[in-house]
């Protein structure tokens, strides 16, 4: 059984940064693409961030991209996010996924955590 808890939320103002971390319990972590989601209050859930199992290659959503940085720890079973010059549009619950390939449909991934709120305020 997977599963998948996050940690690093929290609330602070626009400009600054927090970092996000991503625990996996399971088999075969190495084995999976992870991914990076957001729920805002009244909006769908949107992909942020994915990353390949060897780290080969990332993707990130336009909104973000120079701003976040996704990174994994196959020694570990963690997955991270830097989040840096947060915006207030960026307030929302975190998620993070894990399937079998890097990709913004969240239909195709297997496992979820319960996700981190992160508010930023201006």
């Known amino acids: 059984q997977v599963q998948l808890v996050e940690s690093g939320g929290g609330s602070v103002q626009a400009g600054d940064s927090l970092r996000l971390s991503c625990t996996f319990s399971g088999r075969h972590f190495s084995a999976y693409a992870v991914a990076w989601f957001r729920q805002a209050p009244g909006k769908e859930r949107e992909f942020v961030s994915a990353?390949?199992?060897?780290?080969?290659?990332?993707y990130y959503a336009d909104s973000v991209k120079g701003r976040f940085t996704i990174a994994r720890d196959n020694a570990k079973n963690t997955v991270s996010m830097e989040m840096n010059s947060l915006k207030p549009e960026d307030t929302a619950v975190y998620y993070c996924a894990v399937g079998p390939i890097p990709t913004s449909d969240r239909l195709k991934y297997n496992w979820w955590g319960k996700g981190t709120q992160v508010t930023v305020s201006s």
């Open positions: 990353l390949t199992r060897g780290s080969g290659s990332v």
